[in-house]
């Protein structure tokens, strides 16, 4: 099959992105992104340490961006002008790397976007030449505008993030799926397997998830189970699931031809 995940033009066979935050030790996330099978990887800047604290550990080590696509994301930022601040900074620490995942929260609470943020700090980035991959509510209307700024990929939550509480609005994602022509990633709330397949069913390019695989009680299994249920939901996709038909029967067997009918 060459049904491939584009981002800017680069073509990945994986469709489910993962974070890397919240294991016990490096050798676990290493682990859980083998089993999931994630091409494409995110790592907190303000967080997590790729080169800007030397003689602590270093994720790069674990993670080669020879075999990964690095994503350096803006988590915990909660203006625009941290979020640019931050990423320049990851962009300097990774020789120039301009592929980015914007998030600007609206409080610590929630984890909300706070979308009027997330535009000026999107609008900046992508004239500064970053290819950016956005976390936003999943409003179609400010979907299409964050797409109209040039950014690469939307990626609207499909419930707060950490929460687990999967998909509470397959419509809105609909909605944006039918509109944005760029890539939808689901972004924050999967909690299990069932909810990346939903996604994937909506019809979205692709999910990106961290506690739902980091807070299993066997991390690398849920790992390997997300990677099984983004393959089989975009395979549904694909194929076309039959149309629902209420209070019409229609049995497996036809009864026409039976004997004594």
């Not at 976390?135 to 609207?156: F, R, S, T, V």
């Not at 999967?190 to 909506?202: N, Q, R």
């Not at 209420?246 to 039976?258: F, I, N, T």
């Amino acid at each position: 099959m060459n049904d491939f995940l584009n981002i800017a033009g680069r073509h990945y066979r994986s469709r489910l992105l993962a974070g890397t935050g919240k294991y016990k030790d490096f050798a676990q996330t290493r682990a859980a992104l083998d089993a999931c099978g994630a091409e494409i990887v995110t790592v907190a800047i303000r967080r997590t340490n790729i080169g800007q604290h030397p003689g602590e550990p270093n994720l790069l080590d674990v993670l080669p961006p020879d075999r990964f696509t690095i994503l350096p994301n803006t988590a915990g930022c909660f203006t625009a002008d941290e979020a640019v601040r931050t990423l320049r900074l990851a962009r300097e620490l990774l020789d120039g790397h301009a592929l980015v995942k914007l998030e600007v929260l609206g409080d610590p609470g929630s984890l909300y976007p706070n979308m009027p943020e997330t535009l000026k700090a999107a609008e900046t980035l992508v004239r500064e030449g970053f290819t950016v991959m956005v976390y936003c509510a999943d409003d179609p209307i400010q979907a299409k505008m964050l797409e109209d700024l040039g950014c690469a990929a939307i990626m609207p939550l499909a419930s707060l993030i950490g929460s687990g509480m999967g998909i509470l609005n397959p419509w809105n994602l609909a909605l944006i799926v039918e509109r944005i022509q760029a890539p939808v990633i689901v972004d924050a709330g999967v909690g299990t397997a069932s909810d990346a397949a939903i996604a994937m069913e909506l019809g979205c390019d692709g999910v990106l998830m961290n506690s739902a695989i980091a807070h299993a009680r066997e991390p690398v299994r849920m790992a390997g189970a997300m990677k099984k249920a983004v393959e089989a939901g975009r395979e549904a996709f694909l194929a076309g699931r039959m149309a629902k038909r209420p209070y019409a029967a229609d049995p497996s067997s036809p009864r026409a031809g039976l004997i004594g009918s």
